[in-house]
T-cell receptor
Framework: AQRVTQPEKLLSVFKGAPVELKCNYS??????LFWYVQYSRQRLQLLLR??SRESIKGFTADLNKGETSFHLKKPFAQEEDSAMYYC????????????FGKGTKLTVNP | KAGVTQTPRYLIKTRGQQVTLSCSPI?????VSWYQQTPGQGLQFLFE???????NKGNFPGRFSGRQFSNSRSEMNVSTLELGDSALYLC????????????FGQGTRLTVV
């Protein structure tokens, strides 16, 4: 079964502090992993995906197949990073179906 | 390019009624997926259409159905509404090539009373 677990519903850090949002997955095969973000009053949008191995807005995420994790990290959090973050998984079949975690609400305090 | 457009933005319906939600994807996108978002269950996949064919279906009862037209626009229908169907329904479109970015609409907020 495909499953994505984000163990923290809420995460609060101070501006300038490092931040790590955890994501663990369960999938029998090699999935594609994504992080989506939803800022206040905006639509859900893609932040980054593991296949492109890029850094967006200072965020990075490394796929660890041994630990089945895809944690999102940023060394120095900014207030504008406050948002809802969703980890998502897609299988390698022909479908675009995304399985989402329940999300982590990140608050960056001044 | 215009983004994914969902109509209506808000709906209030009575138990037992049916409802149709509409989604216009980004021009050129051939895949449309639907998700239900609730505080308790989060984002759950409903179904995905590609070139007018249902390519995948989530674990929802048969009261939930959808279709896609030749211009890639999609509709989803929920019949015999229940209170638990109250949710934000999100539509996402993508070009249809595997694992490209999914672009989401603003959603339709359905309230069943």
């Amino acid at each position: 079964a495909q499953r994505v677990t984000q163990p923290e519903k809420l995460l609060s850090v101070f501006k300038g502090a490092p931040v790590e949002l955890k994501c663990n997955y369960s999938y029998s095969g090699s999935p594609e992993l994504f992080w989506y973000v939803q800022y206040s009053r905006q639509r859900l949008q893609l932040l980054l995906r593991h296949i492109s191995r890029e850094s967006i807005k200072g965020f990075t995420a490394d796929l660890n197949k041994g630990e089945t994790s895809f944690h999102l990290k940023k060394p120095f959090a900014q207030e504008e990073d406050s948002a809802m973050y969703y980890c998502a998984l897609s299988g390698r079949g022909g479908s675009e179906k995304l399985v989402f975690g329940k999300g982590t609400k990140l608050t960056v305090n001044p | 390019k215009a983004g994914v457009t969902q109509t209506p933005r808000y709906l209030i319906k009575t138990r037992g009624q049916q409802v149709t939600l509409s989604c216009s994807p980004i021009s050129g996108h051939r895949s449309v997926s639907w998700y239900q978002q609730t505080p308790g269950q989060g984002l759950q996949f409903l179904f995905e259409y590609f070139s007018e064919t249902q390519r995948n279906k989530g674990n929802f009862p048969g009261r939930f159905s959808g279709r896609q037209f030749s211009n890639s626009r999609s509709e989803m229908n929920v019949s015999t509404l229940e209170l638990g169907d109250s949710a934000l329904y999100l539509c996402a479109s993508s070009p249809g090539r595997k694992n490209t970015e999914a672009f989401f609409g603003q959603g339709t907020r359905l309230t069943v009373v």
